[in-house]
């Protein structure tokens, strides 16, 4: 059974820091491209950054870029994202995502193959 955990979520004021992980189970971890996603009540869910296999090509959304770094783990079959710089406009909830599609574009949401439940972060002014 595959599931995606998310967890780190929280409550931080801007200009603080979190770090999302995502614990995998269920399927191949070092197979998957690993990304992260954000959801709001009034966007679609939208790409934050994503990870390739051994973490050779990483990719960001721009309004993160700088502030979030994405990494992987494949021994504990885990995926971090650490965010820092945190502004209002971070406020989401955050969920993670494998992509088990070989050559598959890193970014598009409905390449992944497997979600999380999602973990709220809100970033208070």
């Known amino acids: 059974q595959v599931q995606l955990v998310e967890s780190g979520g929280g409550l931080v004021q801007a200009g603080g820091s979190l770090r999302l992980s995502c614990a995998a189970s269920g399927f191949t971890f070092s197979n998957a491209r690993m990304g992260w996603f954000r959801q709001t009540s009034r966007k679609e869910r939208e790409f934050v950054a994503a990870i390739s296999l051994s973490g050779a090509i990483i990719r960001y959304v721009d309004s993160v870029k700088g502030r979030f770094t994405i990494s992987r783990d494949d021994a504990k079959n885990t995926v971090y994202l650490q965010m820092s710089s945190l502004s209002p406009d971070d406020t989401a909830v955050y969920y993670c995502?494998?992509?088990?599609?070989?050559?598959?574009?890193?970014?598009?949401?409905?390449?992944?193959?497997?979600w999380g439940q999602g973990t709220q972060v809100t970033v208070s002014s």
């Open positions: 995502a494998a992509n088990m599609r070989p050559r598959a574009s890193l970014s598009s949401r409905e390449e992944y193959d497997y």
